[in-house]
């Protein structure tokens, strides 16, 4: 078995990340991105608004996520936002989610990192380091 190797993705990554993150959307059940969300999404990774990052194995993506990163009076300091988190079904189980937020966390540079998840996720992202309650993660939308 090669080597995994784990790396920040840029906008040239965008045809491999844009599988992945279809996939991500429909498990979760959200509507997949058309065109132009996709170039919203290209330019803000091309501008660093979002960072994102990957796993691959000879060569081919198998995992990713991303971070926001802001400020925050939590830690007086760069916070981030973890989001878009997903690893190919048959990548689970091998260690990845762990190594993937592990190197998301380190590569940022952000200080602290919140995750918003569904209450059946939350074992998971605890597993993988998410482990400070800070309440309850509401959205306001347009």
Not at 35 to 45: C, P, S, T, V
Request: hydrophobic residues 40%.
């Amino acid at each position: 078995m090669k080597e995994r190797v784990y790396r920040r993705l840029m906008a040239a990554d965008m045809p491999e990340l844009t599988v992945l993150h279809r996939r991500y959307k429909q498990e979760i059940g959200e509507t997949a991105p058309d065109g132009q969300a996709l170039e919203k999404l290209r330019e803000a990774i091309a501008n660093e608004r979002i960072l994102f990052y990957g796993c691959e194995q000879q060569g081919q993506l198998e995992a990713i996520c991303s971070v926001t990163c802001g400020f925050s009076t939590f830690c007086y300091d760069t916070s981030g936002s973890f989001e878009d988190f997903y690893v190919l079904p048959e990548a689970r189980h091998q260690g990845i989610a762990r190594e993937l937020a592990s190197f998301a966390w380190r590569e940022s540079g952000v200080k602290t990192m919140t995750v918003g998840c569904a209450p059946c996720d939350r074992a998971m992202y605890e597993a993988i380091g998410f482990r400070v309650k800070l309440g309850e993660l509401l959205a306001w939308e347009k």
